[in-house]
């Protein structure tokens, strides 16, 4: 059965550290993985990855993916209070997202 | 250039009524995917059509859930006589194009269902 694992569930850190969050899947028919930013409302996008050890970088964010090893990791830099939100890693296969639980990323002033 | 619209943004229902969730694509979009968010839960995927055409339903409920994307309109997702259990964020995400390189799937801001 095709799964995509987050970790941890939930972090609690104070503004300025930096945050590293997991995702590993296993997945027929992989495409990409794409990792979302939710919170009080839909998901927004934020990175798509399809090349192992390729960097993507956004700002403070930046996402890599190891397609040997089967996950992808998401950084955040000088983390602000805004960052807080849950954090969700998905995997694209065939025409379908599969989605993990998340991590539910708190930052704190 | 809107982005995908869902209506209702809250819907409450009674046991037993019917929920109708309505998704307009972007334009141009004309894949169309529904999730379900429970609380304390990851999206999970519910059914992908095209216009007119229902191409994966693998992971919506065997009874009371349906779907349709008609070839005019908004993409219906309809849940026939509710339980508490049907209590739930609907997303609805729209992209381009089906196998495409650019496979990002723009969200809708959801609805959501509550039932007394």
């Known amino acids: 059965e095709d799964k995509v694992v987050q970790s941890p569930l939930s972090l609690v850190v104070h503004e300025g550290d930096t945050v590293t969050l997991n995702c590993s899947y296993e997945?027929?028919?992989?495409?990409?993985l794409l990792w979302y930013k939710q919170e009080k409302k839909a998901p927004t996008f934020l990175f798509m990855l399809?090349?192992?050890?390729i960097e993507k970088k956004s700002g403070r964010l930046s996402s890599i993916l190891d397609k040997k090893e089967l996950f992808s990791i998401l950084n955040i830099t000088a983390t602000q209070t805004g960052d807080s939100a849950v954090y969700l890693c998905?995997?694209?296969?065939?025409?379908?997202?599969?989605f993990g639980k998340g991590t539910r990323l708190h930052i704190l002033p | 250039n809107a982005g995908v619209m869902q209506n209702p943004r809250h819907l409450v229902r009674r046991r037993g009524q019917e929920a109708r969730l309505r998704c307009s694509p972007m334009?141009?979009?004309?894949?169309v995917y529904w999730y379900r968010q429970l609380p304390e839960e990851g999206l999970k995927f519910m059914v992908y059509?095209?216009?007119?055409?229902?191409?994966?339903e693998s992971g919506m409920p065997k009874e009371r859930f349906s779907a349709e994307f008609p070839k005019e309109g908004p993409s219906i997702l309809r849940i026939q006589q509710v339980v508490r259990g049907d209590s739930a964020a609907y997303f609805c995400?729209?992209?381009?194009?089906?196998?495409?390189?650019?496979?990002?799937?723009?969200f809708g801001p959801g609805t959501r269902l509550t039932v007394l």
């Open positions: 995400a729209s992209s381009p194009l089906a196998g495409s390189k650019y496979n990002e799937q723009f």
């Open positions: 997945v027929t028919n992989f495409r990409s």
């Open positions: 399809t090349s192992s050890g």
């Open positions: 998905a995997v694209y296969r065939d025409d379908k997202i599969i």
């Open positions: 334009k141009g979009h004309s894949h």
């Open positions: 059509l095209q216009k007119e055409n229902i191409i994966d």
